[in-house]
Structure formats: structure tokens, C-alpha cells
């Protein structure tokens, strides 16, 4: 039976919706505790409903008329009236349950017993001081307008009123060139600025050029579009539209989103910019010319560091005629190749390319010096997309296919090995929907398609894919294993995966198939001899690569594990390089082992002797300070996942000078982030006793792995639960392999997203914070608290995004790493290092399937999420699942080999919504050669996840960096302070609850 992947386990009962914490709240109200007599009607035929904003006055008085609190002016107050959501803001009960009651401009007296104001057990509201909260009060409401409004903070700080709907979809976003008219004024009607006569207002969304607010309520907007976005005081920061903030409690502006221009951070690190100055037509970036295309197009290219001196313009020195070239050809510099994809026809752009991307690899023309930054002005005038080979007689497909393997050919003899290999591709591709009519028409199709695999075997074994280009030669073999040209290939692709007997036995069927062949053959032979004799003399150190080492070597399930320490104090090189000498990671063996891989084609580690200089990479040159500039290096590395060299041992240490950091970047294949991080540590010393090392050894605690339970021993009853927990999360990971996927929301990722631009924010929560939660909840831990906050977190950011359309209790599934060592947090390196040890260097690891739960903010006592995770944590403690998950995996790769290990790994990931993994590091400050460390933050390669969240404690704080693809997350800050919120918030809560 199929199962639909959009559908979220169809076959579970449908349960009731629970109820919201305000229907639970009104549900406690008797008759006669809230009176309403109406002083003035207002007008309309309805009230407000959940979802709109209502602003109202309020005056409070004793039941003999003495006012208690007012929001007037006349009864010294400050004059503002009161701005709520219904169904999001924290309300009185009675003004909760009244307010739905009134029309705009109505005004009425509300009697309410204690128990509807104030007096409320856990009122959600705090009562001023020497409030009489046990009194029934007098509450005079006059409501002055109520709308439809659109939260776009979570803490209702930034709201928008929709006044006139846009055109489009687009919303501006960074960096985009907005134009606005703009003007803003008190609640009172006190006019503040105005721009909107004249020019728009013209910024630059995300260079704080508006207060925070303002820019955030009109990234919600589209063209044209006409709104009042309220924002309050913590989000007016100075800007350039508003230099001085005064003690407003809030500012109205009316915004109409004039225009903005599209621009485009093509590399995500600031130095391919693509700017579109002239509108192009048709639908981004679905009439866009993204597959290889016959393109039109006029340039002016200039020299930036010149004046912007014109090297060249199509309309002058190409008497007019506009350039013709096909795409996918390295006909053009690859910056500019990759503008011209993402444009529309008619549409005219800038772009600014830094000289790796305009002539640095590409020929330079005479008139532009080395290393020059280059500008282009390009129109693309049209495309014509490659010809339909519908339709066409054999002979003319097979004189198309010859063209485009032609151009295969000239790109892999300029060393274009990549877009060759996507040339010959492309053939292949085709050449499924052709069927040859006869006898000789099937010979030259085989004999062309032949041809063309072992081609795209060639560009395979020049990237250095030895594996990849030995299938594709076995599809040619598979159908003619006496083909000479084959058995060359696969041999060669043999000898330098390591695999020497198969290599020789290739060779040696090219003479016994064609004597003719017997030089080129006999010359291999040699060859082959000669790298046997070296790794002969190499091999007898040569130590196999775990099974887990072997996934993450997989171009699926590659990983590179990249942890960023902070210094107090710039960096001294000398003292770096002397420390890292000095400790026991230059002499680890993993650090000091090249990858090789032996006769059969598996990977072993083979010691060498290492060059510290050749792993120092020194960043000397200014990065945006502050953490997002160390944030975007660092998700910048993220998608880099192939960026180590294999010549040397995996890992390297970028020494970042402007922000007094080190980042270690180190394979996956070496250890997981326990092993990894542990090593580290083990380099430093403590911050008060510099002869002692950090203190590893945390309190015991339950390892995750092992079934807990309030009995001394596993009784019957408790044997029988972990067998069922077992059976379920078996049935849970077969279906999560294959069939069932999470429902896409705006968080969700999928196949390829791994290779999508990054972009990083670290959320910052206090261990003390966490610890004030976890005690509210008898016998919770700080994990469940963790992932209460991810829950929420999460939540929180998709009532920002898409609230509209989600369902309360969606379940988001996400993959959390979980240490299976007997001790928890960071190990002692002597541990790690002992063969019999529970705490075996390595990677040590197992996963979960990790449900959390959709639920609107207002909708819910924070605390319950912390109740609900702890529910689900204890499941599957006792379901032994990541010991479970290890120990399948570990026997899917010993029988099955790392490849089908890699796919199944690749389609959990595709079929989930994110990633989750917490390294508990020193709770004391330590220091490096001398250098008291301010902070430890780890991250990952990017995943098929547009979601990772990695969390790394240090001296009585957790940094938790939110890693997103930025097309599918945009707003990685405002994500991790929905993090930072969500444990406020639980705290809060227990505040109110002491």
C-alpha cells in the first residue's frame, strides 16, 4: 500500500482539538461575576473576533466611582490607548470575554467580580502595585477601532494593519533597494515625519537605514501594497529616517511600498552582487534561462578600481550586435554566466564580480589588468532554449548529440571537467527517450551512448570520483565486456582508487580481447607495478576507517564538523602555532593520517608526517564585525562540503585576525563532536589554575540510550514497554526511509537544499535559566527543557510565517544526536584513547526521531511544551532508540556498504524538518597559549535541512547556532530569538507560578 507523503500517519485516530488557554479561561466565569451596561452605541453590524487588533481606552473605578487607573489624560493617565491582539495578547478575563461584545466607537461600563480582573488564580496579567485586585471594580471601555491584523512579531511589538492589498508575491528582503512613501505619528496624531511628497524614501533593507519595526513590517509587504504598521518602543532604534527616538510608547507609520529592486548575494558572502535595475517579463525564476540555453545579450563591462574605466560595450565595439553564447559552456566568465540564469527577458541588471568569478579564471582580455574588480551592465534581449528532440528522424538526433558531446570535448581538453561531464549528461539524458528503428540504427545509438559514458567516466576520474567513474564504466561493460576502451578506463579508474588486482586484470583483457591494444596495455601494466610497490611500503601502518567514518566520507552524507573558539585578546600567530604544536592533537593519530584507500577500494588511515603551515589558513583581511559577520564565514564554510583537501590529513584551522577567533574545521570521519571536542579542550587549561586542565567530569545522569524507570531493576512490565517502544520506532524508521516525510511548512528543506547559500544566527540562553524550568517539572532534565524551547521556538516563527495555514498540533519531525558514551558531555583524552574504553574515540553516536509540535503562542502555558517534550523524552529513553539506530547502522554499512547506508541516512534527512545536537563543554572559564576563551560554538556542513541547530555550553552558558538556507529561512534572527523568547517566556511562567 502507498502512503502519501504529505499526509501526517493518516492511519492515527483524529483527536479533538484541544482547547486554547483563553476558551480554558472563560470556561471558569459563573454568572453574574461580569455585568455590561452599554453608556454610548457604536456603529457597524459586528465585533471584533480573534485575530484583530482592538485599540480601546480603559478607566477603572471603585464601585463609588473613584478611579483606580486610567489610560485618559483627564484622569492622569498618559493619554494612549491600549493596543491588543485578540487571541494572542495577554488579557483580563473579563476584558477578554467583553470586548468581542462591543462595535467600534461604542463605549461601556464592565462590572467584574475579583476573578475576572486581577484576583484571577494565575492571572497571565501583573497587577500594578497597591492595586485593590480582591475589589469589584468599575472598567469604562471605549472602543475606538478594531481590524484584522497581521503579528508580525511574536511579542506583538510590530503589528500591521493592511490598508490597500499589492501586486505580486515578492516581499523585499536583504539586500534590496526599497522605495517607500513614508510618515509616522503618535497614537495621539502628533505628526513625527513625513516623506510623502516629492521622492519615496530610498534604503537599503537590512543596512538599519528605518527603525527595526518599521523594516520588519514592510518585509512583509508587496508591491504597491498600502499599510499602518504600529510599532512599539523596543523596536524604534535610530536610523538615518529617524536619528532621534524620543520616549515614545509607540509610533503608527503609514507605509505604501512604491518599488523595490531585486538584488542578489549570488555567493552569500558580499562579493557577487547582482542588482536588476530595469524590470524583465514573466514569473521569477520560473521564466528565467536556468537550463543550458542559446542566450542574447548586450554588456558594458568596467573596471571598478578605475574610475569605471569601460573595457568593452557590446553596443560599441561589436558594431552593435549583442553577444551570442550558449550557457554551460564556460564561454563566459562564471559570474557572469550565473547573472545572466537568473534573469528574466528584458531585463537589464548590474552585477559586481570579484576577480575569481569575472577574469581570474577566464581569459583576460588585454585592457583589464590582473586581479581586477569587474562591473557588467547587462540586458538580456532573450533565449532560446536547446531544440526539442521531438519529432526529429534518427539521424538528426544523432547529429545533435554529436554537437553538444563536441562541446563535452573542447571543455574537457581546457580542463572544464565539470561542465564537460554536464554536457555528456545531458546526451544521456535524452538518449532514454530515444528508440532506434532497426539493426543499424541500434548499432551507432549503442556504439554513441558507449561512448558518451565513458567520457562522463573520464571527467569523473579528473575530479578524483574513482568510484563514480568505475559504474559508469561497468554500464558499458555490463553489455559488452570485451570493450577495449571500457577496460582502459575502469583499469586506470582501478589503480588510483587503490584496487590493484582488478586494474590488472583489465589491462590484461584489453590484450586478450585486441592484440593491437598490447603497447598501451603493457604501459598501464607498468604503472600499475610501480604504485604497488609504493603503497606496499606504506600500507603496513595503514589502519581501516570505522563504519561510521566510511558514511560520512559519502557525497550524500559528507561532513565537516567546524567549531569556532572565541579569544579575549588579538591573536598571536607565533603563540598559536607554538600551542597547537605542543598539543596532543598534532600527535593524535587520526590528525596525523592521510586518507588512502588499499587494493579493494576501502579507505584506511595512513600516518604521515604533518606540516602545521600547510593547515593554517590566516584570515587577515576585515570581516563585518560582531557576530554576524563570524556567522556568515562561518555558513559560508557550511555548504563547502567537499572544501578539504585530500592530500593531507582532514582538517584545518582558520585563524579569523579582525575577530580574535579560531575556527577548527575538521572531517566527521575523525570523530563526532564529542571526540572532536574533546581533543580541543584537552589543549587548553584552566582559566584560574593555568597548570590544570578543564574540568571534563559532569554529575551522572541517565544516559539516553537506557530505559529509566522509578524501580530498582527492568521488571517484566518494563521489559515488555522497551519492546514496544523498539517495534514502534523499527516501524517509524522504515516508514520515515521510504513513505512518510513531514508536511511542508516554511521550514522544511528536501533533496539538494544541502548545496543552497547559508546563513547563521546564534541564539544565547543562561544554564541558570534553563536549570529555574527544568525544576518546575518534577524529574526534568536541561535536554527536555532544550527541545521544549525548539518546539517553541519553532511554533513560535511559523505564527510569524504561515499561521493561517497550519493546523495546531502539526507534527514536525527533526533528527537529534545523541552521545551514547557512558558519561555524558566532553571526555578525558585518555578515555578516548583507550581501545577498551566505554568512552572509545570515534564517533559514538545514535539519532532520534524527534517529534515537536505545532501550537499557536497563545494557545498554550508555556511550561507545557516543556511537559509535552519531557513526555516524549521519556518514550524514547525507554525505547533504547538511539542505541537501536547506532547498531542498525553500524550493520547496514558492515553488510549493505556505506552507499545504500549513505541513502537511507539521505532520505531520513529529506523526509524530516530539522536537525538537533547539544555537546555539554567546561562549565568553568578556560584559556588557549594564555588567552582566556570567551566562547565555544560548533556547527556542521549544511544538510538537505533548511533548519540545523547545534548547541555547545560553556561556563554557565549555551550558544545554539541556527543554521538555515537562506531562500527557505530568511530570517535566521528572528528565528533564534524565537528561541531566546520561548525560555524567557517558560521562566516567566515559573516566576508567576512561585
Known amino acids: 500500500m502507498a502512503v502519501n507523503g504529505d499526509v501526517e500517519h493518516e492511519f492515527a485516530p483524529q483527536k479533538k482539538k484541544p482547547p486554547s488557554e483563553d476558551e480554558k479561561r472563560k470556561k471558569k466565569i459563573v454568572p453574574g461575576s461580569l455585568m455590561k451596561a452599554l453608556v454610548r452605541p457604536g456603529g457597524g453590524d459586528s465585533g471584533p473576533s480573534d485575530g484583530d487588533q482592538v485599540i480601546y481606552h480603559c478607566t477603572i473605578r471603585t464601585l463609588d466611582g473613584v478611579v483606580v487607573e486610567s489610560t485618559r489624560s483627564d484622569y492622569g493617565g498618559r493619554g494612549t490607548p491600549i493596543r491588543h491582539v485578540l487571541g494572542k495578547s495577554k488579557m483580563l478575563l473579563g476584558l477578554l470575554e467583553g470586548i468581542p461584545t462591543m462595535l467600534k466607537g461604542e463605549v461601556a461600563m464592565f462590572k467584574m467580580k475579583p476573578q475576572l480582573h486581577y484576583g484571577e488564580d494565575n492571572c497571565p496579567v501583573s497587577a500594578p502595585d497597591r492595586f485593590p485586585k480582591d475589589d469589584e471594580l468599575h472598567f469604562e471601555i471605549e472602543l475606538i ?62 543596512k538599519s537605514e528605518v527603525p527595526k519595526g518599521l523594516e520588519m513590517g514592510i518585509g512583509t509587504m508587496v508591491r504597491e501594497e498600502k499599510a499602518v504598521i504600529f510599532v512599539t518602543s523596543q523596536y524604534l532604534t535610530q536610523s538615518p529616517l529617524m536619528p532621534v527616538v524620543e520616549d515614545y510608547d509607540e509610533v503608527q507609520f503609514e507605509v505604501e511600498l512604491v518599488h523595490f529592486i531585486q538584488v542578489r548575494d549570488m555567493l552569500g558572502d558580499g562579493r557577487l552582487i547582482k542588482r536588476r535595475i530595469r524590470d524583465g517579463k514573466g514569473d521569477f525564476p520560473m521564466d528565467c534561462p536556468l537550463h543550458d540555453s542559446l542566450l542574447r545579450v548586450h554588456y558594458k563591462g568596467t573596471v571598478l578600481n578605475e574610475r569605471n574605466r ?239 567514518g566510511r558514511l560520512f566520507l559519502q557525497p550524500d552524507t559528507q561532513q565537516i564538523v567546524h567549531c569556532a573558539i ?41 600516518p604521515i608526517q604533518i606540516d602545521l603551515n600547510s593547515h593554517l589558513i590566516i584570515i587577515d583581511q576585515p570581516l563585518p564585525q560582531g557576530d554576524a559577520g563570524l556567522n556568515q564565514y562561518l555558513s559560508d564554510l557550511s555548504i563547502q562540503s567537499n572544501g578539504l583537501s585530500m592530500d593531507k590529513p582532514l582538517w584545518e584551522i582558520h585563524v579569523l585576525m579582525s575577530h580574535n577567533c579560531l575556527v577548527f574545521r575538521i572531517h566527521h570521519s575523525l570523530g563526532d563532536g564529542i571526540s572532536l571536542m574533546s581533543m580541543l579542550i584537552a589543549s587548553c587549561r584552566n582559566l584560574n589554575n593555568p597548570h590544570q586542565l578543564p574540568n571534563l567530569h559532569l554529575p551522572s545522569s ?34 520515515r526511509c521510504f513513505w512518510i516525510r513531514d508536511r511542508k511548512t516554511a521550514i522544511t528543506g528536501g533533496a539538494g537544499v544541502e548545496l543552497w547559500p547559508r546563513k547563521m544566527a546564534t541564539a544565547s540562553f543562561l544554564l541558570q535559566d534553563m536549570k529555574t524550568v527544568k525544576n518546575a517539572v518534577r524529574d526534568a532534565t536541561i535536554n527536555d527543557v532544550l527541545f521544549a524551547i525548539i518546539s517553541s521556538g519553532i511554533s513560535r516563527y511559523l505564527d510569524s510565517r504561515s499561521s493561517n495555514g497550519l493546523r495546531d498540533g502539526l507534527q514536525l519531525t527533526g533528527l537529534a544526536m545523541v552521545n551514547l558514551r557512558k558519561q555524558p558531555g566532553l571526555q578525558d583524552l585518555s578515555d578516548l584513547m583507550k581501545s577498551n574504553s566505554g568512552a572509545r574515540w570515534g564517533n559514538k553516536f545514535g539519532m532520534i ?146
Not at 524507570?709 to 516501524?731: E, H, P, S
Not at 562549565?923 to 533548511?946: D, K, W, Y
Open 310 to 548: 569601460v573595457f568593452y560595450d557590446t553596443r560599441v565595439d561589436n558594431d552593435g550586435q549583442p553577444l551570442e553564447f550558449c550557457s554551460g559552456e564556460g564561454l563566459v566568465p562564471e559570474g557572469f554566466e550565473m547573472a545572466v540564469r537568473l534573469m528574466l527577458p528584458g531585463e537589464i541588471a548590474l552585477v559586481t564580480s570579484p576577480p575569481d568569478y569575472a577574469y581570474g579564471k577566464f581569459t583576460r582580455p588585454a585592457n583589464v589588468p590582473e586581479g581586477a574588480h569587474i562591473q557588467w551592465e547587462i540586458e538580456l534581449l532573450g533565449y532560446e532554449m536547446p531544440k526539442d528532440w521531438t519529432g526529429l528522424d534518427f539521424k538528426s538526433i544523432m547529429d545533435e548529440a554529436e554537437k553538444i558531446r563536441n562541446t563535452g570535448n573542447r571543455l574537457f581538453k581546457e580542463g572544464k571537467c565539470e561542465l564537460a561531464k554536464t554536457k555528456y549528461e545531458q546526451v544521456l539524458r535524452e538518449f532514454n527517450h530515444v528508440n532506434p528503428q532497426d539493426d543499424e540504427e541500434g548499432k551507432v545509438f549503442a556504439n554513441t551512448r558507449n561512448l558518451l559514458h565513458l567520457n562522463v567516466a573520464a571527467c569523473l576520474l579528473k575530479l578524483g570520483d574513482c568510484r563514480k567513474s568505475i559504474e559508469t564504466c561497468n554500464k558499458v561493460l555490463e553489455a559488452n565486456p570485451a570493450h577495449v576502451k571500457g577496460l582502459y578506463r575502469r583499469g586506470m579508474a582501478y589503480m588510483v582508487s587503490g584496487d590493484f588486482e582488478e586494474a590488472r586484470a583489465d589491462f590484461k583483457m584489453m590484450i586478450k580481447v585486441d592484440k593491437s591494444t598490447e603497447s598501451d596495455a603493457t604501459a598501464a601494466l607498468s604503472k600499475l607495478k610501480q604504485k604497488e610497490q609504493g603503497v606496499e611500503m606504506e600500507s603496513e601502518y595503514d589502519e581501516p576507517l570505522t563504519p561510521a
Open 145 to 206: 477601532e478594531f481590524f484584522k491584523a497581521k503579528v508580525v512579531s511574536d511579542d506583538l511589538g510590530v503589528v500591521k494593519k493592511v490598508i490597500r492589498e499589492g501586486q505580486g508575491w515578492e516581499s523585499p528582503r536583504e539586500p534590496y533597494e526599497v522605495k517607500a512613501w513614508i510618515s509616522a505619528k503618535t497614537v495621539t496624531g502628533k505628526l513625527i515625519i513625513s516623506h510623502t511628497e516629492g521622492e519615496p524614501y530610498s534604503f537599503t533593507f537590512g
Open 702 to 735: 541517565t544516559n539516553p540510550s537506557k530505559p529509566v524507570g522509578r524501580g530498582g531493576g527492568i521488571n517484566l512490565w518494563k521489559l515488555v514497554v522497551t519492546m514496544c517502544f523498539c517495534v514502534l520506532f523499527a516501524v517509524e524508521f522504515v516508514l
Open 566 to 606: 572565541g579569544l579575549k585578546n588579538p591573536i598571536q600567530l607565533e603563540i598559536v602555532k607554538q600551542e597547537i604544536n605542543n598539543s596532543s592533537l598534532v600527535e593524535h593519530p587520526r590528525f596525523r593520517s592521510l586518507l588512502v584507500h588499499d587494493r579493494n577500494g576501502i579507505e584506511h588511515w595512513r
Open 849 to 994: 526521531l524527534l517529534p515537536v509540535y505545532y501550537h499557536r503562542s497563545n494557545n498554550s502555558n508555556p511550561l507545557e511544551y516543556l511537559k509535552r517534550a519531557k513526555a516524549m523524552i521519556d518514550r524514547k529513553k525507554q525505547s533504547f532508540e538511539a542505541l537501536f539506530s547506532y547498531k542498525i547502522g553500524d550493520i547496514v554499512m558492515s553488510t549493505l556498504g556505506p552507499k545504500f547506508a549513505s541513502y537511507l541516512n539521505y532520505r531520513i534527512l529529506c523526509h524530516t524538518s530539522f536537525t538537533i545536537s547539544n555537546v555539554v563543554g567546561p562549565q568553568e572559564e578556560i584559556m588557549m597559549g594564555g588567552n582566556p576563551v570567551t566562547f565555544l560554538r560548533a556547527n556542521n556542513s549544511a544538510l538537505p535541512h533548511a533548519l540545523i541547530l547545534n548547541m555547545v555550553s560553556y561556563a554557565g552558558r549555551a550558544d545554539m547556532q541556527v543554521q538555515v538556507a537562506k531562500d527557505i529561512i530568511p530570517d535566521p534572527d528572528f528565528l533564534a530569538k524565537c528561541f531566546e523568547d520561548a525560555l524567557l517566556e517558560m521562566k516567566e511562567q515559573v516566576s508567576v507560578k512561585i
